[in-house]
């Protein structure tokens, strides 16, 4: 096996808090990104990209809070060419033990003609003069170069090469489009690095898009070529197709450093639980046969792998499951299980609960064992962050009764606890779900549009828990809930007032804006 000398280390940037919260409708509260943060710094990840300071006065305080808290990660944010982002910027990070400023500006021939409306020399003038800007007010700069791989390789040198110049000590070179292959991406880094004076005073990163499902393959390819920070998201979420995924690229890099001689300072055991709680605060569930965190990576029903299994587990897995965080069997929990047991199971399932909350999730335990022949791990995950979703809520479902049938129309009847008030309302709709939504517009009257409605079964067998996932949009802003319960009506009713719940908070707040990715 290679040694890993110390240039063989990549760093690990995580930017699920600002590129990922940029897909539409993963926005978190401050709360999730303070829990997401304290989880990527456990983890051992590198430096935190913790969001993007100008965009609102709610991210600049969501990065000051998270450089404050921060234990050992650098902590980012992100500025466009523009002395007052970089100025917030510098003003948020300012509190991390290790802060530093990430500003980008587009330089390819597209970019520059139809985005930016400025010559090449112009993007010169502004990197060198941004830069210096950003490099005054803390050591720690990384420049990027928006859509890197459709940039002639030419002009694309000498805007390296005048960061560097300005006292840059990071250099990402994006596939921001997901435009390249593996080959290219490689080729561009082994140029720039050649071509470039003084291209070894900088660490060279890569930040691959996955429109072309190529995130993963492209990152490896950019690290072969010279880079050695990895730029990606828990999940892979992130805009458009998403970013490459950090569970895929750590576990590549660990499962096959015969050909893959480098190493990270992750920690493995923490990826499930990651992935679940950056799924649940940005209600983009994790897909099934997700590489490495779905529920089915390491899940075996064809009888030949079944066999396999029993008799050697490397015949169809080359990564213990453990070593991710994934338990290899589900202790089945029931109704005869006690309120310590309980504690315990949550406990290894990566959730600490305070007395009242512990409580309440135990309650909803036990009704749901009374309807469940069996509760799994699954069904526990679900029932838990289906609680800490609605705690602090000024809207919930108390009561819910639908009457459905071919007869129509369908009638529900809901009651609420608005701000400590109970509120009962009587609404008919085209459907079981449209009803039950209507009645909850009677209650609290909005204008907001629904925009997805999507459930699917936590477990197996009908009597699972449904976990329905509601997005709500109104005046350019955009809000997710999710509810689960093994009644589907009741999930969506909770997803939506989840939904509304937010999306009332961000009226308050006020909207960030659209701003761009890198």
């Given amino acids: 096996m290679t040694t890993t000398s110390e240039k063989d280390q990549i760093r690990i940037f995580d930017t699920t808090l600002r590129d990922g919260e940029q897909s539409p409708g993963a926005s978190m509260t401050l709360e999730e990104k303070l829990q997401i943060a304290e989880i990527l710094d456990d983890m051992g990840v590198d430096i935190i990209e913790a969001g993007f300071p100008i965009a609102s006065n709610g991210d600049f305080e969501a990065v000051s809070e998270i450089a404050r808290r921060s234990k050992n990660s650098v902590i980012a944010g992100l500025a466009r060419a523009i002395h007052a982002d970089i100025d917030r910027c510098g003003e948020a990070v300012k509190h991390a033990g290790k802060g530093r400023i990430h500003t980008f500006v587009s330089t390819s021939p597209i970019h520059l003609k139809f985005q930016m409306n400025k010559t090449e020399e112009e993007v010169l003038s502004i990197i060198t003069d941004t830069v210096t800007r950003s490099r005054n007010l803390i050591d720690d700069v990384e420049w990027s170069a928006m859509d890197a791989t459709r940039t002639p390789i030419d002009y694309l040198c000498r805007c390296v090469e005048a960061a560097i110049k300005c006292g840059a000590t990071t250099i990402n070179l994006p596939d921001t489009v997901g435009y390249a292959t593996p080959e290219e991406y490689k080729a561009m880094f082994e140029q720039i690095r050649e071509r470039v004076p003084d ?100 899940a075996h029903e064809s009888g030949i792998h079944q066999d396999g299994m029993l008799k050697n587990a490397e015949t169809y897995e080359i990564m213990r499951p453990e070593d991710v965080g994934v338990k290899a069997t589900s202790l089945v929990m029931g109704k005869h299980s006690g309120r310590h047991a309980f504690r315990d199971k949550l406990k290894e399932l990566g959730f600490e609960l305070g007395d009242n909350a512990l409580q309440d999730a135990f309650r909803r335990f036990k009704d749901l064992a009374d309807r469940k022949k ?25 009561a ?51 925009s997805l409605y999507q459930v699917h079964a936590v477990t197996e067998g009908t009597d699972a828990q449904a976990e329905v996932s509601v997005r709500l949009e109104a005046e350019g802003r955009i809000a997710t809930g999710k509810g689960a319960d093994t009644d589907t009506l009741v999930a969506s009713a909770r997803a939506y007032v989840s939904a509304m719940n937010k999306l009332a908070l961000r009226q308050q707040t006020g909207n960030p804006g659209a701003l761009q990715a890198v």
């Fill in 374 to 398: 069996h509760v799994y791990d699954e069904d526990i995950e679900a029932l838990v962050e289906d609680e800490i979703n609605i705690l602090g809520e000024s809207t919930k479902v108390i």
């Fill in 199 to 298: 291209s070894d005073k900088a660490i060279f990163s890569v930040h691959c898009h996955d429109d072309l499902g190529l995130a993963v393959a492209n990152s490896l390819a950019g690290v072969a070529g010279g880079a050695r920070q990895i730029e990606c998201t828990i999940n892979g979420l992130g805009e458009r197709a998403g970013n490459a995924a950090l569970e895929e690229i750590v576990m590549a890099i660990r499962t096959r450093a015969d050909v893959l001689p480098y190493a990270t300072q992750i920690d493995p055991k923490f990826m499930v639980r990651a992935s679940k709680m950056v799924a649940g605060a940005s209600g983009f569930a994790v897909q099934y046969n997700k590489a490495i965190v779905g529920k089915n990576a390491f």
């Fill in 400 to 450: 819910l009764t639908v009457i459905a049938g071919t007869g129509g129309p369908q009638k529900a009847i809901l009651t609420m606890d608005v701000n400590g008030q109970h509120i009962t309302k009587e609404a008919t709709g085209d459907g079981p779900v449209d009803a039950t939504f209507n009645a909850i517009k009677d209650i609290v009257p909005h204008e907001a549009t629904l």
